[in-house]
């Protein structure tokens, strides 16, 4: 069998098509190389996201066969992903006909029915679409002020094709000029910065804040150790966009970078450059939005846990302390009761005054009795 790697792990899902054994050829090829689970989830989802709608369907296909396969070897693959399954379904319903969606509902359902995953993680993938909303809001939101971008940097870019032949120290001047112009002074601070710097709450502070719902009854163990768990797969540790942010080229952040540009092309380039950072950085924040309101959740959920367990504490003490007060009452009688058992005399040694009892008398004297009365 081949070895792993992510460009032959790439051709093969080129090769796949809709039939069972090009599905579980692949699947066990996978499953032998489960050690790289991690790699290939990724991969996967990056893969899924790239192809037609047509051929998605058939990527949840090759899941399904890997996670339900894998389970006696190793719970890698049910583990991994789960940590992208949410991004995977928005991908796979996003332009997808009817009958594709109801087949990615009848796999989830699948998992759902067979224990493969718990109803929270069925509901937080089915949310995904929800996810995918938002997305394409904030993305609306990032053109809005991108015609605006585009349209500085034309305009520098025009301005230096027209005065190439000046001094450097003249087109550098314009920038600022510029975004003054279009935009807020580079020294101007925010409005109330400071004030609403005060009034930022801590998460601590926020879910101390949080009242406890009384009608809900105290939070499950189970459900908070597994919300608990699934907090470590959160946004905040997903390493692999965490080195995408960290790689991202320094001209998308640095406006100096706008005096180097000498053409239109290499406007529109670094344009195109700006939008998919913007992108990717708005989508990483709704993912961290949401991880704090998880967390917020989860912390409140905690928090009424343990006052919970400290009411219960405290009633268990309050009856410990009860039965001490009886336990004490008891022992104190019985204290007494032993005390008046030894001062009592010895009926053995009591003089015998009337002589001895007398005998007691037979059934036939009782008889005999009987008769003479008669």
Known sequence: MSSFTDSNFVKKLSELNNTQQSIQTLSLWLIHHRKHSKTITQVWLRELQKVRPSMRLIYMYLANDVIQNSKKKGPEFTRDFATVMTDAFASATKDAEEKTKKSVDRILNIWQERGVYSKNTIDKIKSGTALQDITERRKK?????????????????????????RDKKKVEEYVPVNKVKDHQPVDAAPPN???????????????????????????????????????????????????????????????NHLAKIHDKESGVKLSRKVEDACILLSEYNFRLNAELEERKMVGKMLKDFIACQKEQLMSAEKKIEEYKKRLDKVTEVRVELESHIKNLPDFDLLPRLTGGLAPLPS????????????
């Open 363 to 374: 059934a036939g004297d009782l008889f005999n009795m009987q008769d003479g009365r008669r």
């Open 193 to 255: 910065k400071k004030k609403k710097k005060e009034e930022m709450l801590s998460l601590r502070e926020e879910i101390e804040l949080m009242s406890k719902d009384d009608t809900s009854g105290p939070p499950d163990a189970e459900e908070l150790v597994k919300r608990l768990s699934d907090l470590e797969h959160s946004a905040s540790s997903d390493a692999a966009v965490r080195e995408k942010i960290a790689a991202l080229p320094p001209e998308v952040s640095d406006v």
């Open 141 to 165: 939101k990032i053109e809005e002020y991108i015609p605006t971008y585009k349209k500085a940097i034309s305009d520098i870019a025009a301005e230096i094709n027209l005065k190439r032949g």
